[in-house]
């Protein structure tokens, strides 16, 4: 078979969306949820004799931004654009001695403390939810960032213009929408889950303050590049890997008419898809978020319980994008051989690429354990095999 493009990588990308046949497979790389750890993107770099200076652009998972070499090198179809905090906002991360150790503290715009220690600079994880011990009347009286402040979305328009006209690229906006567990976050996960069953009202008004938040934000992000996006990303973990993190029952009646509110909201100001991300067992979910509203479930991660690819495709794949699920992330990626990573790509994009409706990327970020073989093995695999008949 001969293979030969010939769409460019934005329309290659539309057309998968479409659930329209492309010329092969668009490939992904750089998202929030589909990036690389600054670890393993140096050990690639060095690999592959690329010389970039690495610069994190998502301090929580320690995600470094592919270079332009790289991006090419693998035949990334798509390029993002990234809002950013409030101008008066600082999110400078600190050195601390917290118990004779050594931490570097990130302060969010809600409050929340994330934190990773100087022996295992890995991730951040959260050390301070600053309403912990908080009752319903403080939520009222909480300094809850102004999502409308137009600094956030200085120079958006220019960048996205920029790669809309200038290059063939897909735009795709950064992880955005982040409704539920941004209040978890807040409260701390066990208080949190113990709410949703003892203090739904509090949940109720927290989940109304994020909420709000995020109709702000987009009420300008839109404005801005609503016209110009191809691709908005959102999403809540909502699922682990046996099945739902909390009550099918409680997501219905409390996170989901929230959720969907939010989606209809972006549906009706902009013509991009709408990506949802939520890592798991989520097949439950699926019907939900469908009806909420939703283009695009990412990372499809086909290692968590009922998460079969075949019985994916056969039940949704007429109805949603598949955007990830290009290789067990948890097992094969790290652990196995490059030969053992092509066949698992073979394998899954055999199943997602017919009938267009898929975007590979691997399933979740790279880790930082993640041998350069592998990462090579991993995208080349995906473009020699994902071009279609």
């Known amino acids: 078979m001969n293979k030969k493009e010939t769409l460019t990588s934005r329309e290659r990308l539309l057309k998968a969306l479409n659930h329209q046949i492309p010329d092969r497979v668009p490939i992904d790389l750089g998202g929030n949820q589909t990036g690389i750890h600054k670890i393993a993107y140096e050990r690639l770099i060095d690999y592959l004799g690329i010389r970039d200076e690495i610069k994190i652009m998502d301090a929580v998972q320690q995600l470094a931004r592919p270079c332009e070499a790289v991006l090419e090198r693998f035949q990334i179809d798509t390029r993002y654009i990234f809002a950013k905090g409030s101008l008066s906002f600082k999110g400078e991360i600190v050195k601390t001695i917290r118990d004779d150790k050594v931490w570097y503290d990130l302060v969010d715009e809600f409050g929340v403390r994330w934190s990773m220690p100087d022996d295992t600079p890995l991730y951040m994880d959260i050390t301070y939810h600053p309403l912990a ?148 067992s989520c097949i439950e979910y699926i019907p939900d978020l469908i009806d909420n509203g939703i283009d695009i479930l990412d990372p499809v991660q086909t290692s968590a319980k009922n998460m079969d690819p075949e019985k994916l495709k056969s039940n949704f794949g007429d109805k949603l994008v598949f955007w990830g699920g290009g290789c067990d992330a948890q097992h094969i990626l790290p652990r196995g051989t490059p030969d053992e990573v092509a066949k698992n790509v073979r394998e899954h994009i055999s199943t997602f690429k017919p009938g267009g409706g898929y975007v590979f990327n691997n399933v979740h970020n790279i880790q930082a354990d993640v041998p350069p073989e592998n990462i090579i093995a991993l995208f080349d695999t995906a473009y020699q095999y994902g071009f279609y008949e």
């Open 133 to 280: 011990n908080a009752t319903i009347d403080d939520i009222k009286e909480y300094p809850f960032p102004k999502g409308d402040d137009p600094t956030r979305f200085e120079g958006l328009r220019e960048q996205a213009l920029m790669l809309k006209k200038e290059t063939p690229y897909a735009v795709v906006s950064g992880i955005s929408g982040v409704v539920y567990e941004t209040c978890w976050y807040m409260r701390g996960l066990e208080q949190w889950m113990c709410d949703l069953v003892q203090q739904p009202d509090f949940c109720e008004a927290l989940l109304d303050q994020t909420l709000k938040f995020w109709f702000d934000w987009f009420s300008l992000f839109l404005k801005e590049v609503g016209d110009v996006v191809d691709v908005i990303m959102i999403g809540d973990d909502l699922a682990g890997q046996k099945g739902p993190l909390f009550s099918p029952n409680i997501y219905r009646r409390i996170v989901k008419p929230r959720q969907k509110k939010l989606v209809q909201y972006i549906r009706s100001n902009t013509k991009a898809k709408i990506w949802y991300h939520t890592c798991g």
